[in-house]
């Protein structure tokens, strides 16, 4: 089973295919990552694994944590994660390094981490939205959402916005997954992976790599293939 793991955006750039021709890539430095801890259904109920990423120094680290990793044989580590597994799944053991070479066989990867932030936004740039007409005689409020006090009729309740409507608000700085993202190369030896297309995130920033746990139709033709 193919395990998911931890790494760090590195940054995007293009590399050629077979053809001839560009795909831009996001360039993932994919662990390695240290088996923590082994959930069983006996003792936490439901069986997963654990992973570490990330050295962290020992002075910046707690007495729990770094007791926690040293059980696995290795040092505190900044980052932990799980990923559910099948019961009675012994394709992992506790300290096992993974490296980007066990996601040698992978086609497809679900990437997630936290888009980047981008403060307090109007209507136009966090949603989309087209804005009002430009034309001679409009007001000049031409980012302006346009009206909402129709909104606000509750059938004889209580008038008042109804939730979720789309408004100016925090735009970015939340947690984004991009599904059945093409793997196009990996790099064993410097424990990278090159992902085709953009994933969420700064550079350097934490990111969450799996296999794609639901294809669109093309796609799963292609890895059925």
Known sequence: MAPTMLGKKLGMTRVYDEDGKIVPVTVIELGPCVVTQLRTPERDGYSAVQVGFGEKAPRNATIPMIGHDAKAGTTPKRFHAEFRVDEGDASFEQGQVLTA??????KFVDVSGVSKGKGFAGGMKRHGFKGQLA???????????????????????????KKGKKMAGRFGGENVTVRSLDVVKIDADRNLMLVKGPVPGANKSLVRVCPSVRLYKGKAAAAAG
């Open 135 to 161: 034309s001679h005689g409009v007001e000049r409020k031409h980012r302006s959402p346009g009206s909402i006090g129709g909104h606000a009729n509750n059938a004889g309740k209580a008038g008042r916005i």
């Open 101 to 106: 070479a066990d996601m040698a066989d992978v």
